[in-house]
């Protein structure tokens, strides 16, 4: 058995977010676009009294509104993995690519993404990012973009998927 490193701080991730803006607990509430405010409050009604919601809440009847935004990731442990259960339409279109059934790890540039899920995993948390420089795809005309980092839970306490919605900011030219 490999011994998994452990998650980084918070200060060292924001360091290797900049120049986005990294929010987390009570500074998310304000800090987001009105689609990600609307997906927060149904995160923080499905949760309950848990730290997180179990995925069995996740449904296609609430989750709708956000498909094309939304990218979905499985979590598996040692080694820790993220494969890619669901890619949104505007996500495929933001980076060329559809990832569905792939794992993150496959892909150049995904370091960061895959520290920070760590942190989220360890701490059991959501997260927010604005500002994200896209490096997946520079080909496209998308140059930034945020995200909102939401865990759920297996049937016990463990994050087993974490789902991301984003938002996409053209570059100016």
């Known amino acids: 058995m490999t011994q998994e490193p452990a998650p980084d701080s918070l200060e060292t991730l924001i360091g290797l977010s900049v120049p986005a803006k990294v929010y987390i607990g009570r500074d998310l509430a304000g800090n987001s676009w009105p689609l990600a405010d609307r997906f927060l409050a149904m995160w923080q009604d499905l949760r309950g009294n848990k730290v997180a919601p179990p995925r069995t809440t996740l449904s296609p009847m609430n989750i709708s509104e956000y498909l094309p935004f939304l990218t979905i990731f499985d979590v598996s442990y040692d080694p820790f993995r993220m494969k890619c259960r669901l890619m949104g339409s505007a996500f495929v279109g933001a980076i060329g690519y559809d990832a569905t059934g792939h794992y993150v790890d496959d892909y150049p540039n995904t370091e960061p993404l895959i520290r920070r899920a760590r942190w989220i995993v360890s701490k059991v948390q ?29 049937d016990g306490d463990t994050v087993d998927t974490i789902l991301y919605l984003n938002q996409f900011h053209v570059s100016e030219k």
């Open 126 to 154: 959501p997260m927010l990012i604005i500002g994200l420089p896209l490096a997946w795809s520079p080909e496209k005309d998308y140059k930034t973009y945020d995200t909102l980092c939401l865990p759920f839970l297996d």
